[in-house]
């Protein structure tokens, strides 16, 4: 079972940081986070590099947070050259049905021709109005029908909903899990530190035999970004943690 860090736990730092921090803490890969403001996440070419110097490979590669049909056609193009397998995109925004459509009819198609898992991320709880849901294809039933799906366990605990009941509603779909916990009402914690049952839901990924990835996905300053001592020390702590349960 693979355990890598997003890119987005060390936002603020350098790439070619990211991937020693990675390669110091002894995770499996990285799940790249591809950011409109940040050329270098852009940069297939140099993300090759990157892997080639450090041995450590891109296993996910997550599209920018307003999703489209060119960004996520951006994405297919630097996972084939990276040789990446999962590609993880956000639900668009509700009022978008063009998209949605597209994403419905096209995305099937492509992972055939391409060989890649595009996966549906579980949407945020944000709302419009107070009660509207900002995006659409944000339940479970939607990212059952997607085929291929994304769980971010601190989104589901803002949506209050039970993390061990939602795994067992999506496990025979899900590729990867973007893994975090809520500490003090705050999420994406450090998954050892809060009130989710990540003790209990990592125990079920092994006797399951989960074959996807878990990235974790966790707040910067949570890990006290900046300071590269502790970071390194928090980012292995979270490491060790996770294999206690998986390995």
């Known amino acids: 079972m693979l355990i890598t860090i997003s890119t987005e736990s060390l936002k603020g730092y ?3 940081r990211i991937f020693g921090f990675a390669k110091q803490a002894g995770f499996d890969g990285i799940d790249l986070a591809m950011e409109t403001s940040d050329y270098d996440t852009l940069n297939a070419d140099y993300i090759k590099e990157l892997i080639e110097e450090s041995g450590i490979p891109v296993t996910s590669i997550q599209t920018p947070k307003a999703t489209s049909k060119t960004k996520i056609e951006a994405a297919v ?19 978008n049905v063009k998209l949605v459509t597209w994403l419905k009819k096209e995305i ?26 900002e995006y659409s294809m944000n339940n479970i039933g939607e990212l059952k029908k ?21 795994y067992k509603s999506l496990s025979k779909f899900l590729v990867q899990i973007h893994l975090s916990n809520v500490y ?15 003790e209990s839901f990592l125990s079920k990924l092994k006797q399951d035999k989960f074959k996807g990835v878990i990235s974790l996905r966790i707040k910067p300053s949570n890990l006290k970004a900046g300071n590269d001592d502790k970071l390194l020390e928090n980012i292995t702590s979270s490491l060790k943690f996770c294999r206690k349960f998986l390995d």
């Open 77 to 95: 193009r630097m996972a084939k050259k990276l040789d990446t397998k999962i590609i993880v995109i956000q639900p668009p925004k509700l009022l």
């Open 184 to 198: 003090r009402g705050k999420s994406y914690a450090p998954p050892e530190t809060g009130i989710l049952p990540i």
């Open 108 to 133: 099937p198609k492509i992972r055939q021709k391409e060989n890649i898992s595009i996966a549906l991320e579980n949407a945020p709880s944000k709302t419009m109005l107070g009660f509207i849901p």
């Open 14 to 16: 350098g790439l070619n």
């Open 146 to 166: 997607f085929k291929h799906a994304c769980l971010d366990t601190s989104r589901s605990a803002e949506k209050k909903e039970d993390l061990i009941r939602v």
